[in-house]
């Protein structure tokens, strides 16, 4: 095993790859670390924190042992670029907190209502407040939403109106609110005959 590790091909092609592997583990915990810390998550915040400086510790310690090496610097240079690209990709499939959905309506548009209703029906809270903007009088709908549910919301809006006006802001907690009910997981359905057949071509083959 020392040998192996002293070897060329550790030290310029297996050790990079660990390395590379390392600082893509630790950035992406480092970028999902800050998400949780900015929604003031007590918990996982810390938990990840330790992790990731576990790693960052076991991969830095590597390129001050092997400072000769240039590969080990372009590993550890690309391991973060993509750890960053993994991190967003994670905090996007998360999908956690809340949204602040701010639609600008202008009161003249026949599909104010229509806009309102879809969203309501839909399962969203909805709030309409009356104003006055640049091109006239204006209807703005505010709507907090869960961060899951965006992609649905902004599918309603757009098919409603394309045109229409709308800006999205993260919020850091919500208390109460109405949001859409989760759809429950679709399981197989098998009826009784089918369920008799199984069992009874089970004990035929058992025969």
Same mark, same amino acid.
């Given at each position: 095993m020392a040998d192996f590790m002293s070897s060329d091909l550790f030290s310029w092609v297996v050790l990079p790859i660990l390395i590379i592997? #390392?600082?893509?583990?630790?950035?992406?915990?480092?970028?999902?670390?800050? *998400?949780?810390?900015?929604?003031?998550?007590?918990?996982?915040?810390?938990?990840?924190?330790f992790f990731e400086v576990f790693i960052w510790i076991? #991969?830095?310690?590597? *390129?001050?042992?092997?400072?000769?090496?240039?590969l080990c610097y372009v590993a550890y240079a690309l391991g973060f670029?993509?750890?960053?690209?993994?991190?967003?990709? #994670?905090?996007?499939?998360? #999908?956690?907190?809340y949204l602040v959905l701010r639609i600008f309506v202008i009161k003249e548009n026949?599909?104010?209502?229509?806009?309102m209703e879809k969203l309501i029906e839909a399962g969203f809270g909805v709030t309409a407040v009356e104003g006055r903007g640049a091109t006239g009088e204006v209807t703005l709908l505010f709507?907090?939403?869960?961060?899951?549910d965006l992609d649905e919301a902004?599918? *309603?809006i757009e098919q409603a109106d394309s045109k229409v006006f709308?800006?999205?802001e993260s919020a850091k907690a919500a208390h109460a609110g109405i949001f859409p009910e989760k759809k429950p997981r679709r399981t197989p359905f098998i009826n009784n005959v089918d369920l008799r057949r199984k069992i009874t071509?089970?004990?035929?083959?058992?025969?």
């Open positions: 592997l #390392a600082r893509m583990m630790d950035v992406t915990l480092g970028t999902i670390r800050i *998400i949780f810390v900015s929604r003031g998550n007590r918990l996982a915040a810390p938990i990840l924190g076991v #991969a830095i310690s590597q *390129i001050m042992q092997n400072l000769n090496n240039p670029a993509i750890g960053n690209y993994l991190g967003i990709m #994670a905090e996007e499939k998360l #999908a956690i907190g026949p599909e104010k209502e229509t806009l709507s907090l939403i869960r961060r899951k902004v599918s *309603i709308y800006s999205i071509g089970g004990f035929r083959n058992r025969k």
